[in-house]
DNA sequence: GTCTATACCCAGATAGAC
DNA sequence: GTCTATCTGGGTATAGAC
């Protein structure tokens, strides 16, 4: 890994663990190994670093989802692929919690990449469920757009709920509420 | 209002705009109009004023939803109010965005009032749902801790989503299908 | 590419006058 | 109770040597 990627990496995990406005150049320069010469070399400053460190964790999210989403099973059963897939639910979501993050949303060029993954997501959610509906596997009644957002917003706020308990029980429980209510809607 | 009173209700709107973290001193004096000497007066620093401030909207949130819950109606009905109420999603949670704070979440102190509203919440809402449940009115399969994580998780998950979208929209769509879960569980 | 020196401003707090 | 002066440290960045 060339110094250029340290700094990434290293500003991805103090953005997941401290978020933005936590973070400083100095603390990204001390885990990464590098000196200020380097990290001034390699982006113009903290926004253009956070904005590589954001757009990577967002990639790698969608990758993540993506593998679930376009694997083997069901359409309900790639959704709970996605929604059991072991998670650090301590330390929050590294895209959702930027949400939380008054730097990054006052930011455009830092916002938009936490804004396209959720909109990606939720509509690539919401189209697996119209194909569930359209091939007879799920309940014709269920509003595939509405589920989607109550399936992510289950994620993000299990996360929620994990930090605030301490424990990642709460989002094991979240989790299995929502599956209790996709389960529901199988024919 | 008094001195004291407004250093906590700016430090309180402080918190809910940008966090504990991205919070200094000097704003929360312009914001209430106070000088420096009078915030060390009344506070012992930004730690004990955060304090104040986060056990009030703590205090807060927990009088509003139990308003819902104690009101008339079924318990369906009930809870259908809590999640309905009108709320400032593009805001967030003024006790859940806390969660994603590092500066709250490592000192105990602040931690510990946030902590104990989402215990609280949960538990309420438990044992809402299992009265339902034992008066017939519920599934007698619905599982009433999970099905609380759920909903809660719902909620603060609807925030993220809204703010990442910047649009209120998807906290509605997400508490839209969380009641339609709700629903499927009516006898 | 990386280093060190330097600069400026703000965070957070203390001291003592009024 | 409130004001102003003052202090230490860190955030963030630039300049120029190597």
């Known amino acids: 890994m060339d110094t250029r990627d340290r700094l990434i990496e290293s500003t991805r995990e103090l953005l997941w663990e401290r978020g933005y406005v936590g973070t400083s150049p ?88 936490v804004e396209e993954t959720f909109a990606w997501l939720i509509d690539r959610l919401t189209g697996l469920l119209a194909e569930g509906r359209a091939s007879g596997e799920l309940d014709p009644g269920l509003d595939p757009a509405n589920m989607a957002s109550a399936l992510v917003a289950v994620v993000q706020g299990g996360y929620v709920l994990a930090c605030a308990a301490g424990s990642a029980t709460l989002y094991a429980q979240a989790v299995g509420g929502a599956l209790g209510l996709l389960a529901g809607h199988v024919r």
């Open 26 to 113: 100095k603390a990204i320069q001390e885990r990464s190994g590098t000196g200020q010469g380097s990290m001034y070399h390699h982006f113009r400053g903290k926004p253009d670093l956070a904005r590589a460190a954001i757009r990577r964790s967002a990639d790698e999210l969608r990758d993540r989802a993506e593998d679930a989403f376009a694997g083997p099973g069901t359409v309900v059963e790639r959704i709970g692929t996605y929604l059991g897939r072991e998670r650090d639910a301590l330390k929050g979501c590294p895209v959702g919690r930027l949400t939380q993050d008054f730097g990054v949303m006052a930011d455009p060029e830092l916002r938009r990449p």
